[in-house]
């Protein structure tokens, strides 16, 4: 079965705080994109990655960074958590050319900055 | 402007009805896809159906179909003898251009079955 997993379901952070979220991937895909969750506003992509050590900002990239340094982790950073960040997120995978390309997601992770 | 517009913020549908979805999309390209995916309570999001621009017969996947009419941009979710796991938020879903991999959502659809 394949599998998206996210190293925490919930997480609470104090402002200010560097937040780490890491994503890991067990279906050998190339593509990796991280999403924020607003009730109302849908999913927006805040950066993907194509390829190992590749980034590119999505529409929401402002207050994030990304990193991947191995093919199936995509983490996510907050250098300074404030508390319009707090959400949830979401991170997904899909295989490069895949036909018809969708994507996996994980279970999401809830976080909220106090 | 809106890429993907969900107009129907909730739907309550009464069990073993069929319920329709509503999802319009803008866009110039001529090749591109469009997904359906549900979010139950849990949170995961799972893939339902997709429908390439190319296609000519309406995508089914068991009791899920997509009602694809092209030139008025719609790409409606027919959900059919409705069931009480079938409430959850519902979102559509477009990728655009050959090469870009990347899926642009709407605001979603919570919808609710009433036994």
Redesign the interface.
Known sequence: DVKVTQSSRYLVKRTGEKVFLECVQDMDHENMFWYRQDPGLGLRLIYFSYDVKMKEKGDIPEGYSVSREKKERFSLILESASTNQTSMYLCASSLRGGAPGEQFFGPGTRLTVL | AQK?T?TQ?GMFVQEKEAVTLDCTYDTSDQSY?L?W?KQPS??????LI?Q?SYDEQNATEGRYSLNFQKARKSANLVISASQLGDSAMY?C?M?EAFGN????????TRLTIIP
Request: no cysteine; glycine share 20%.
């Open positions: 993907i969900q913020p896809g997904f995916y849990s949170g995961e999001m799972i893939f997709y390439g979102f879903a990728r991999e990347k899926l642009t959502f709407g605001t979603g």
